[in-house]
């Protein structure tokens, strides 16, 4: 019994020591803004700047309000500007209920409007976040004087990308993977092998301690996947969704001939037809190609989304046309 005791001990240490340094870094390193109640459950805002309209940021899938902090402090310096994380990313804790863009969109309304932030807003998404803005500008038209869509995801990638359809085994697979990961982060094996340590992206090594905070939390290993299996949703909904009209609408696209991107070379230029197809949304649209830059404009470029959201906020869109910045 003295040998099963000792070796649940042994087991079971890992996982404490985990726990306990998920407590004491979020102690020691809070998150900025604040959290208020959505659907029972706090979510995380963080607002900075004054002068309207507000700007809120909404990052793409896995990301949540620290990919902005290249953007937001100096946007901030000459009007408001929300970050935020969704349900079940960064510090906004997961909620029950479908993860589309339906929902996505009704609860950011709810979180801006319990915590006092009024319109008109300029939308500015990244991504599969496309999907959740022009949802939001279908059900809430009143509220967006603006949006800037930074190389967003589009329903019409589904059939044109191959790979890109909707695969129950696939889905499945990333279920089993996120399981692991779980397991991995509460048995506490992730962080004795030094997984615990987050991925920033360049420039963001002064939110080093942030970001460890937010890391190697199991709860937080599956939470983002109810959005994940919502996108091929998302996508048909955003698809149908009444936007844009004559909306003020700057489309900033990664660069299709940038060497370094991500993307395999034969997507590029499918990619950049959806992208300048979307200019189609809004007969007051201009696409913005920014040079040197992957998926992740903000990083690669942030003074392209700055400048993009100067213009979008004062509504000047510019000629209409696409053109490439430096």
């Not at 004087?145 to 967003?152: I, T, Y």
């Not at 059939?159 to 399981?179: C, D, F, N, T």
Request: hydrophobic share 40%; charged share 15%; aromatic share 8%.
């Amino acid at each position: 019994m003295t040998v099963v005791i000792a070796a649940v001990a042994i087991l079971a240490a890992p996982a404490l020591v985990n726990l306990v340094t998920n407590t004491v870094l979020q102690h020691r390193y809070p998150a900025p803004g604040s959290f208020y109640g959505v659907n029972g459950r706090p979510m995380h805002l963080y607002c900075t700047g004054h002068g309207g309209p507000t700007v809120i940021l909404d990052a793409g899938g896995g990301n949540d309000w620290l990919i902005w902090q290249k953007v937001q402090p100096e946007a901030a310096k000459t009007m408001r500007v929300c970050s935020y994380d969704r349900e079940g990313t960064g510090w906004s804790e997961p909620q029950s209920g479908v993860m589309d863009a339906k929902n996505i969109s009704q609860k950011l309304h709810l979180l801006l409007k319990i915590a006092g932030e009024k319109p008109p807003f300029v939308m500015v998404a990244a991504s599969v976040a496309g999907f959740y803005a022009r949802q939001y500008v279908d059900q809430y038209p009143a509220e967006v004087a603006g949006l800037v869509l930074v190389d967003s995801s589009t329903p019409e990638q589904i059939a044109e990308i191959p790979g890109s359809g909707y695969s129950p085994e696939l889905i499945r697979q990333k279920h089993r993977e996120v399981m692991f990961e779980s397991w991995k982060e509460a048995s506490g094996w992730a962080l004795l092998k030094g997984d615990c340590n987050p991925d920033l992206e360049p420039g963001l090594e002064s939110y080093g301690n942030l970001a460890r905070a937010e890391t190697c939390r199991p709860a937080y290993a599956m939470s983002w996947r109810g959005e994940a299996d919502q996108f091929w949703n998302s996508a048909g909904e955003a698809a149908h969704a009444h936007c844009c009209g004559n909306l003020p609408l700057l489309i900033i696209s990664q660069d299709p001939n940038n060497p370094q991107s991500g993307q395999p070379p034969p997507i590029r230029p499918i990619w950049n037809s959806l992208q300048e197809h979307l200019k189609t949304l809004s007969t007051r649209s201009r696409r913005v190609i920014a040079l040197s830059s992957g998926h992740a404009v903000m990083i690669d470029r942030p003074d392209v989304v700055i400048h993009g959201i100067d213009q979008i906020s004062a509504s000047d869109v510019g000629e209409v046309g696409t053109t490439s910045l430096q």
